[in-house]
C-alpha cells in the first residue's frame, strides 16, 4: 500500500510515459492495425489509446464524485452498468468503437488531458476515499498502473508497427 497520493500519483505518471509515444505517430500509423495473431491483438494505436484512456475517463468521473462526496454512484453501479451491456468484454468493445469514431483530433486531446486531469482531480481527493479505502485503491490501481503494464505489449506491436 502507497504511504501518500503524491507517491502513488508519481509512479502513475511514470507508467503511463510509454504511452504518450502514441501522440508522436501520424494519423496513418494510429490508425494501422497491429497483427491481429501478434501482441497487438490487432488493435491500432487509436484502439490502445481509446482503451486505456476511455478506462481513466471512467476513473476520472469515480474521482469528480469521491471530490465532492463519501461515495461514487458511478462506481457503485460498474458492475450492473457492464452487465446490462453483456458484460465487461462488450463494454470494452463498444468503447472502441467509440474511440473509432472519434476524429482524429479528438482522439489525440483526450490522449494528452484525460491523464493529468485524473492527477490533477485525485490530488483533490482525501486519501480516506480512495488511497485508504482498499477498494478504491485497488481500482484505481487497476485502472492505472497495473492496466498500464498489462497493456505495454499492445504498445510495443504498434510502435514497431509504425516504426518506432
Known sequence: MYVSALELLEEEREAFRPYEALAALDDAALDRPTDPDGPGMGWSGR??????????ELALAIARELAVGERSATFAGL????????????WNRGAMETWRALPM??????????PGELRGTLTVVP????????????FFMGDTIDHYEDHLPVLGAVLRGAGR
Open 47 to 56: 484502439d490502445l489509446a481509446g482503451h486505456i484512456v476511455g478506462w481513466l
Open 79 to 90: 458492475e450492473a452498468g457492464a452487465a446490462a451491456v453483456g458484460g465487461w468484454d462488450a
Open 105 to 114: 483530433a479528438e482522439v489525440r486531446r483526450r490522449l494528452a488531458e484525460v
Open 127 to 138: 486519501e480516506v476515499r480512495w488511497l485508504k479505502d482498499p477498494e478504491m485503491a485497488r
